[in-house]
């Protein structure tokens, strides 16, 4: 190293020399301040950088040193869980460079054969990569190899830690991780790799709930990384989606031909369309087409194929994609990115433009936003509200405020998975050493003995469980139906599709949801194709091109807008300042101007009163806060009030008046007024009795306790400042008309 480093000189000299090879002159900061603790083991550390920070090195490099110090016979010494297969075998491809003549390296996920999988079992060493799936798989059938193949572990890695926060996929690994745990009977040091966070506080809740080692966060050293940002705003009339969607493809097609891009959209509808009018531009302009799709309904190996296009630099190439391309694999030098409509996460933006930018160059982004504005336009229209959140973002990027996670959610839905689970390891377990392991000592620390005998009783009462006459909990039929799923492994929802064939030369080209039938024209993975004939026995739909083709229908690919984001919007429509990554050439400085005086003249800092079903009240809460008071009206007021992220429905003074004369409702109280339809969200819900859905549901999707107090805070604003009444409105304000259109 041409720069001294104290941290260089800890490592393994087979280590060192790795480094050497890359002809570094330095070591990065988060490396130099994380090789310290991890090579001390005796805490948790969390390594947290931008996309292309060093981080794999910053665990590797004192990873491998350990293992060199400490070369165990047999064992593996690294369990390394990774969110994705696709991940897995780009870090396996990074790790067995790095590791070579150190130790293993054994991915571990449902592509690799069985025979490998055997072998490495029957001599574990080394690192084994792995998904929370294959891992909850391996404790149950290999429960007898368990103590003698994880009993060396020296690390548990976790790469994309924010991926798992706060899914059931993060509850199930929690679970995992603290099983291992109790296995080998000792606490194995955690090593989290992930993007930014605010609150590193309930990271470190979530990577080790009991705090029984310390947790070290390691500095990520100050960044003169430049990021240029540029957002393009397209306004359109009634029926004119479609022209803001062509000018908008004409300008990607004009500025990302000939370099290699991601282009993010937040929804695979609109991946098709932008991928369709992209290869229609270039066979208008009888050019070679350098645009890709990239989504979890296109084909495995179609997705391969784009990321190794990426990966190689041979040709140029743009990705039209969703978030599955967010993740770290590795594609190589991406020249800019591109995010088409609203950016509806600042961590997540964050993680995608660390996609750009690597080796030494700046990070690019384009933000295409769109917002309606013809002569139905409602409140959010003319808010400019699309153009407005993205403002947003940019600004709380640039301040480096990102959400924070949810943690405190009882997913009984992951319980009841994790519960069967444990039978099928170890064949049966009574009622207080099953609360224990999984409760107590485990992963749903929220959940009380008396909860978790609630949860048997009702798995006992649909044959899920039963219990013997010794009072052991074992498995019921209806239970082995479910373990007998080869879905069962994941504890997040699979929905049937059927499988689409291009019938042509039978090559597969993804799944759908089954709503298509023979004569539909569709687009998929960004071609036109008719629905041929359907193997209904085979689940299978054949398909040839066509010269039409509409918009298939994907699963909710939904994002909840968090309120750092509701209030970050509310600055910018009070603030005067004006910013440069605006593009003067579109519509963007205008419109934010009328947004502005827009929100000035109706004055809706605050609160805003109309008429009848006209009247709503602004709360810049976010929506799990606005859904919350939606509920209270319901139970308090027998009120319907509807809600999104930004403001209330139908609820005006004398309603914010009345609600808070009533005492704090407890979170579980609000959950009746909801169809029990819509609260069945997670895998297991339909096992759970209305009860306990209640107490799940108000724990992950409801937050009493900021709604009642951004109610009082609003009941003073309207004492202090008034509410402006609608007489002092002309009637035909178009701020009331606040339904969809």
Partial sequence: MEQKSSSFDLLEPKVQQWVWKQGWSSLKDIQENSIPPILDGDCDVIISAATAGGKTEAVFLPVLTTILRDKEEKGYQVLYISPLKSLINDQYRRLTDMAQGITNITPWHGDISSSKKKKSL???????????????????????????????????????LHAFIPSERGKQLQSLMSRIEHIVGKHIPRIAMSATFSDYNLVKRFLRQDNSLPCVIPEQGTSNHEIKVLIKEYNYGYNEEKIADTKIANDIFLRLRGTNNLVFTNRREDC?????????KCLESHVPNEFRIHHGSISKESRTKTEQELQSGRTPITAICTATLELGVDIGKVQSIAQIDTANSVSSLRQRLGRSGRRNEASVLRIYSKDYNGDNAGLLDQLKNHLIQNIAVIELLKEHKYESPSINGIHLSTLIQQILSIIAEFGSFYPKDGWRLLCEEGAFENVSPTLFLKLLKDLGDKDIIRQTNSGQIVIGSEGEVLLADKEFYAAFNTYPEIEIVNAQNGQHIGSLLNFIRVGFCIVFGGIKWEVKDIDYKANRAYVIPSDWGGLPIFRNDGCEIDSIISQKMKEVYLSNESYPYLDSNTEAVSCLQEARKYFQIYNLQGTF??????????????????????????LYLDKMVGYNHIYITRFNKDDLTELLRFPKPKAESLCPFLMRFSKEIKKYDYLLSDELLDIQYASIYLDVDAAWENLKELNNDTLNDGIRKYDDLRSNSPILRVKRR
């Fill in 122 to 160: 029957a001599a574990p060493n080394g690192i084994l990569i792995i998904t929370p799936e294959s891992l909850e798989s391996l404790l149950i059938h290999h429960h007898d190899k368990l103590k003698s193949t994880f009993g060396k572990l020296k690390f548990v890695v976790i790469d994309e």
């Fill in 272 to 280: 098709e369309r932008f991928s369709s009018l992209l290869n229609d």
């Fill in 609 to 634: 009163s109309g008429h009848g079903d006209d009247e709503i009240m602004l709360t810049w809460a976010g929506a799990k806060i606005n859904r919350t008071i939606s509920l209270m009206s319901r």
